[in-house]
């Protein structure tokens, strides 16, 4: 299920309440109240007893004269299946069980019945929806909504009446109002994908407890996220990922830090308040598009400055620094005795034009967004300050944040700002605050724009040999491999490693393998029993002769049979001491999360890592764009930059080792758990100085775990094509450039007939829209080949956008204007057709210009079946069903 049918829950033209009530503070008494209160459609009442309601009321469904759209149920748990079956028989294709109390055997019959007439649920134990353009309050909230363009959907139904008092309280309206209660049926994925094309929602706020179907929730939330906010508040801020475990990263599957990665991926923003919730959206709602990284604060108080400042540096917000241009050009309108640095205090006497002076100068840097912050003074009331800066302060694009301290003396001014569509906060914390989130958003959506390939470029891993040393380990009855395996393991994969010589438990055979490799050495204990080395005295490091060897073999041996004497030992591992003045120590790791599937960590390494925690996590794949994003996100990333005398670290290598990981993962369905630590890196370069890795013959990971999925390389195929060879493949997010360029060299006429506009120009968004795809919802097949310049050359496209039940995909199609005629438009709608049917989708549809001969030849010759589009005689609709009986 997904989107199927939804329109009959929210909006529908005829409503019934079984279980309508008269008793005193019953929910079937509050619900047909709600509903009776302002519902503009048709409303029926149901209950066997019949009470007075004032209105006529149906004994059961069979004297209502026609099934309702929709169905709100307060009946008692046992009456479920029954009433949803009889309501499903009936026509009825939506319900909202507020019932709370089903058992799992109730429930599930109570979904079986739904499942036959694909009639939709929401809830049970639910507080119910309301959308308020519609008058429509099928639930037990206590107060409406006020209508406007912000959906909420929580999965607390005491939040929802919480968050509908704070909301009425301070004027915010809301297209829609939902609780999922136990979302038996209707998720987060659904409303998602419904919220995200509803023309009435501007931004979709969320309160999420947990999340089921994760790739499910995963596209419909990027989807969602590409048209508008999405802003969450997420519970359950869990402990998890502090427990103990065998590895560094298997610690932390099911943590918390796993769903922040899903959220980053999916360009949504994750806040902590429900406050929080409505600063967020208040800001992007006129910021949305505001690609500012810093912040230039204008006020008539240093203390409220100081405030800015000192919440800008809490939360990682540059404040820009003043040119010395703009420094004289302040010197000019302002006292000698204001701040001259940012930020700009231009005192607490301030006249009107001061402000405005102030402000059209710092309007000037064009990357920084410009905090405005006002306490009230006798010299000047706030409002005619507002009225001044209005002109300047609400130029598009948005650059100015509103902060007018205090509350009766700067009531007018705020409310001027805000009607002029600006901003406004209470305090300067509040504020800067707003605008750490913004820049988070926009972070956020630069990952979800990403669609990296199952095989990164360059990478060429040996995959026979690394799945011989899995299939080794499992044959064995082993789920750790040794670490001269594992490291072996990483090589075949791409990380550089340190050699490794293995010995037997003998302390002599360690030293002849010392001088072989030359010294210094490193000497660890190698058991299959022992996954921490170093918790039982097992590592030995900077050896620098044959006696330090031995002696160090001997007292290893004697540590490890008095703290773990149950322990199987095979020897010991000699390697060489890498020694590096300026390296770091960082860890690389993997995991499968039991909800989103692999998982990448990064961080600071060594034997500290867990008490350091500095580290990141990421959804795979990873590609260097995302790679380098992970890097950014811990604080060992400033140290990595270099310092001093210290030069920056080798990022490539550390971008190369990611991606290896990320590879390993989509590959190898046997990995459960991959620990790089430490990985050693400085500005020469990275080597894995030990790892660990954990398999099952379960198969727990591998790209179908994904919860994003990877670019289809599989899909790549070679055609013949005019005497020569054309490659067709999936687009990419790299071939925008290429795909704008061949755009240009359209014929207008033809964009005319295929899209049915003219315009030449094209906008990157759009462009990004094109060629950064899911492609678990959508596919695009370019058809490309080498130019007279030596490189690709798009010829061709054709796509397919299915709708989120994969019931129907709409198909378009372009073939460069010199090029038509010759089959190739054939070829790719063959591909699509092809790859569609694979894909499950049940028909394939568009939509043509009745001028258009050659397309609507081309698609009669596919046996697609046309007839005339039922509202507009220049059209034709076309349609060819890709299933049996489809």
């Not at 630590?677 to 775990?705: T, W």
Request: aromatic share 4%; hydrophobic share 45%.
């Amino acid at each position: 299920m997904s989107i199927r049918n939804l329109e009959f829950l929210f909006a529908p033209r005829h409503v019934a309440v079984l279980g309508a009530s008269d008793r005193p503070h019953s929910v079937g008494a509050t619900v047909w109240r709600n509903l009776a209160r302002g519902f503009r459609g048709e409303l029926f009442a149901v209950n066997p007893r019949q009470p007075d309601l004032g209105v006529p009321v149906a004994r059961d469904l069979d004297d209502l004269p026609h099934a309702p759209d929709l169905a709100v149920i307060c009946t008692p748990p046992a009456t479920m299946p029954r009433l949803i079956a009889a309501l499903g028989a009936r026509g009825t294709r939506a319900a909202v069980v507020v019932t709370a109390g089903l058992d799992a055997q109730q429930k599930q019959a109570m979904l079986d019945a739904a499942r036959r007439h694909t009639l939709r649920i929401l809830g049970p134990n639910c507080i119910g929806m309301l959308v308020p353009h519609l008058g429509l309050n099928a639930s037990f909230a206590h107060a409406d909504a006020q209508p406007g363009q912000i959906a909420f959907v929580s999965q607390s139904g005491a939040l929802v009446t919480a968050v509908l008092d704070w909301a009425n309280d301070r004027g915010i309206g809301f297209s829609h109002f939902v609780s999922l209660g136990e979302h038996a049926d209707v998720d987060f994925g659904d409303m998602l994908d419904y919220l995200g094309s509803d023309a009435r929602t501007r931004a979709i706020l969320m309160y999420v407890e947990s999340v089921t179907a994760p790739r499910k929730f995963m596209s419909a939330a990027r989807a969602a996220a590409r048209n508008k906010p999405v802003i969450l508040v997420k519970a359950g801020r869990s402990a998890q990922g502090s427990r103990a475990a065998a590895s560094h990263t298997g610690a932390l599957a099911g943590s918390d830090e796993v769903f922040d990665a899903a959220i980053s991926r999916a360009g949504m923003l994750r806040v902590n308040t429900l406050h929080q919730l409505f600063l967020a959206v208040e800001l992007l709602a006129c910021f949305r598009d505001n690609r500012s990284e810093r912040l230039l604060v204008l006020t008539n108080g240093g203390g409220a400055g100081v405030m800015a400042a000192d919440a800008a540096a809490h939360m990682g917000v540059e404040l820009a620094t003043l040119s010395p241009d703009m420094i004289a050009r302040l010197d000019a309108v302002l006292p000698g005795n204001w701040s001259r640095a940012n930020p700009v205090d231009i005192i607490g006497d301030a006249p009107a034009q001061r402000y405005v002076d102030a402000l059209r100068i710092l309007r000037e840097d064009r990357d920084s967004a410009i905090l405005f912050i006002q306490a009230p003074t006798a010299i000047v009331p706030s409002e005619t300050i507002a009225e001044a800066l209005l002109p300047l302060a609400s130029e598009r694009p948005p650059r100015v944040l509103g902060c007018w301290l205090g509350h009766g003396a700067v009531a007018e001014a705020r409310a001027r700002f805000r009607a002029a569509g600006i901003p406004d906060y209470p305090t300067p914390e509040e504020a800067v605050r707003a605008f750490s989130f913004l820049r988070q958003y926009h972070r956020h959506q630069a990952e979800l724009m990403e669609t990296p390939p199952a095989l990164p470029a360059g990478l060429a891993p040996d995959l026979d040999g690394i799945r011989r040393l899995v299939h080794e380990a499992l044959a064995a009855g082993r789920e750790w491999l040794t670490e001269p395996q594992a490291k072996e393991l990483l090589r075949l994969a791409g990380v550089p490693v340190t050699p490794v010589r293995t010995v037997p438990p003998d302390p002599m055979a360690a030293a002849t393998a010392a001088e072989a490799l030359g010294y210094p050495v490193v000497l660890k204990i190698l058991s299959e029993d022992i996954t921490h080395k170093s918790d039982v005295g097992g590592v030995r490091l900077n050896l620098h002769s044959a006696q330090e060897v031995v002696e160090a073999a001997r007292a290893m041996l004697a540590r490890v049979a008095e703290r773990r004497p149950d322990a199987r030992l095979a020897g010991f591992t000699v390697q060489p001491m890498v020694q590096r003045r300026h390296a770091h120590e960082l860890i690389i790791g993997a995991s499968i999360d039991p909800l989103f599937g692999p998982v990448i960590l990064f961080g600071q390494g060594g034997i500290a890592v867990e008490v350091v925690a500095d580290r990141a996590l990421a959804l795979p794949p990873l590609n260097v764009a995302l790679a380098e994003s992970l890097i950014e996100r811990t604080r060992i990333a400033r140290l990595l930059r270099g310092y001093r005398d210290v030069p920056p670290a080798h990022r490539p290598s550390i971008h190369t080792a990611l991606l290896a990981v990320s590879q390993l993962l989509a590959d190898v369905p046997e990995i459960a758990e991959i620990d790089i630590n430490p990985l050693v890196v400085d500005a020469e370069g990275a080597v894995a100085l030990d790892a660990r890795v954990r398999v099952s013959a379960d198969r727990p990971g591998g790209a179908a775990r994904f919860a994003i999925r990877p670019y289809p390389q599989e899909l790549v195929e070679t055609v013949a094509w005019q005497g020569g060879t054309i490659t067709v493949r999936p687009i990419r997010p790299e071939d925008e450039a290429q795909h704008l360029a061949f755009l240009e060299k359209m014929d207008p006429e033809d964009i005319r007939l295929r899209i049915f506009y003219s315009r030449r120009s094209i906008e990157h968004s759009e462009l990004a829209r094109l060629t950064q795809i899911d492609y678990d919802r959508e596919m695009a097949f370019i058809a490309t080949r080498t130019g007279p310049d030596g490189r690709p050359e798009t010829i061709g496209v054709v796509r397919g956008i299915c709708d989120p039940d994969n019931d129907t995909a709409e198909y378009g199609i372009l073939v460069r204007s010199d090029l038509k005629g010759r089959g190739l438009g054939r070829l790719l709608m063959e591909r699509l057709i092809r790859y569609l049917r694979g894909h499950g989708t049940r028909r394939i549809v568009g939509t043509v210009l009745r001028e258009n001969k050659g397309m609507l030849a081309l698609v009669e010759r596919l046996g697609f079946a046309i007839r005339p589009h039922p509202e507009d005689p220049d059209l034709r609709c076309v349609e060819l069903p890709l299933q049996p009986g489809g």
